[in-house]
């Protein structure tokens, strides 16, 4: 697969081709204000209103007139089939933060795909936006300022060990798994800090903690990435 063509230290927004609300994408450009299109969610892009800098995927569902209605030196055609879209743009994509709409609700299979591509992009710092929760994998530390009482759902995609503080039920001393303990439906103190000892965590929290989120993984690293803009760069082999 192609080493990254998009950067932005602003943040990217990806749109995908699942359920879209109305507020998704412009609360999501607030944030990322780079528009990255991900194959058919170019459509939603385009009736947005907002600029494209930059299509990716297979194009297998790319309409021909969405298609002419975007310039050609903003199409990054990614043909390989071993890899779903989203993958195809997190592989292509460089930014402290990305926000994806339209990779929840809608089919089942499609979100567990993102769930997957999720947990083995564990250093992007990608979060997932839905109708009223927000998906993201944690690093191995992070702090975020929630409400009490806000429902937090560990999920673990692979075995995971781990601690936390300012949680109703805390995680230390067990072992998660996907096909073992899960730790969902817990609930925030406020303040919630989660430390892991490894990678494939993904945490589940209302929707309207998003700009904490953003924060909290901001905070995690501390260090920008070195290169970046805010426009595509050229597409290399």
């Keep these: 697969m192609k080493e990254a063509m998009i950067g932005s230290d602003m943040g990217v927004t990806l749109v995908g081709g699942g359920e879209i609300g109305v507020d998704d994408i412009p609360l999501a450009l607030g944030h990322a204000p780079l528009l990255v299109a991900v194959d058919g969610g170019a459509n939603a892009a385009l009736a947005s209103g907002q600029e494209i800098h930059a299509v990716v995927g297979d194009f297998d569902s790319l309409t021909p007139e969405d298609r002419a209605r975007i310039p050609a ?10 890899s ?7 592989n292509s994509v460089r930014a402290p933060v990305i926000l994806a709409v339209g990779f929840l609700g809608g089919r089942l299979d499609h979100q567990f795909a993102a769930f997957n591509v999720l947990a ?17 994998h944690l690093p191995r ?19 995971v060990t781990g601690r936390s503080e300012g949680l109703k039920w805390p995680i230390d001393g067990l ?10 439906s817990n609930q925030a103190l406020g303040e919630v800090r989660i430390e ?13 903690s998003m700009a904490a989120a953003i924060t909290a993984l901001a905070a995690s690293r501390p260090h920008a990435i070195a290169g970046q803009s805010g426009a595509p760069l050229p597409a290399r082999a």
């Design 84 to 90: 779903t879209d989203f993958e195809k743009a997190l």
């Design 120 to 136: 083995r992009f564990p250093d992007t710092h990608c979060i997932l936006i839905g109708e009223t929760e927000i998906v993201l």
């Design 196 to 208: 892991t000892d490894g990678p494939g965590l993904l945490a589940i929290l209302p929707r309207r």
């Design 141 to 159: 530390a992070l702090s975020v300022a929630l409400q009490e009482g806000d429902v937090v759902s560990l999920f673990p995609m692979a075995a």
């Design 73 to 82: 030196d903003r199409l990054l055609r990614i043909a390989e089939q071993d």
């Design 175 to 184: 072992s998660l798994a996907p096909d073992g303990r899960i730790g969902t």
